[in-house]
């Protein structure tokens, strides 16, 4: 597969529940933008009209928060059950249609396009092979998953997201650096500390 020809599609997660934010945090604004938003803006920079968004907590007004950008939308029912069932519901959806999927999460509004770009470019094109983002000692998303472990994606369940995935000796890992990423809204301490 020629990575510039390829399918590439994009999974912003915006379904959980944000226990310890203690709100809806996909509709926090960062500089008068939805993080939600500022997510599938920034994916559509790179994979165009192929975004796809899960919805689970509070969807009626995440989807709000999305407007004419919404695109491909998905709902996760499960999503009380962890990030793993958002993960798994975007690769089901995507399977028949997409030959890589970027996993993006909403609450790292410190990732960038040209970052997704990066992780486009490091992929060779290749079925089995993962690209993840390397930051703060550890591995982790944004991901992009070539097509090869959909079937292992669309599996997952818990809140350990893909993490088994990237240490599993079917897939080749590679990753691309990028300190930002290690920058997630968990709380509004973590807000505050962005604006």
């Known amino acids: 597969m020629d990575a510039e020809a390829a399918r590439i599609f994009a999974a912003v997660l915006a379904a959980g529940d944000a226990s310890r934010f203690g709100s809806t945090k996909q ?24 975004v796809v968004t899960v919805l689970g907590h509070d969807w009626p007004n ?64 290749a079925s089995d092979e993962v690209v993840a983002s390397s930051y703060a000692g550890t591995m982790g998303p944004p991901v992009l998953f070539a097509s090869d472990a959909f079937a292992t994606l669309g599996s997952l369940r818990g809140d350990a997201g893909a993490r088994a995935v990237l240490s599993d000796s079917r897939f080749r890992l590679s990753s691309v650096p990028f300190e930002p990423a290690s920058v997630d809204i968990d709380t509004t301490a973590d807000l505050a500390a962005l604006t």
């Not at 500089?31 to 803006?41: E, F, K, M």
């Not at 028949?96 to 909403?106: E, F, K, P, T, Y």
């Open 27 to 50: 509709l926090v604004e960062l500089h008068g933008v939805p993080l939600v938003r500022r997510a599938t803006d920034m994916a559509a920079r790179v994979c165009g009209d192929r």
């Open 62 to 125: 995440v989807l709000a928060a999305l407007g004419s950008a919404a695109g491909f939308l998905v709902l996760n029912e499960n999503y009380r059950e962890g990030m793993g069932t958002s993960i798994a519901a975007a690769a089901r959806a995507c399977t028949s249609l997409a030959d890589a999927l970027i996993v993006v999460l909403a609450d790292q509004p410190l990732v960038s396009a040209e970052h997704l770009q990066a992780l486009v470019n490091r992929w060779s094109g």
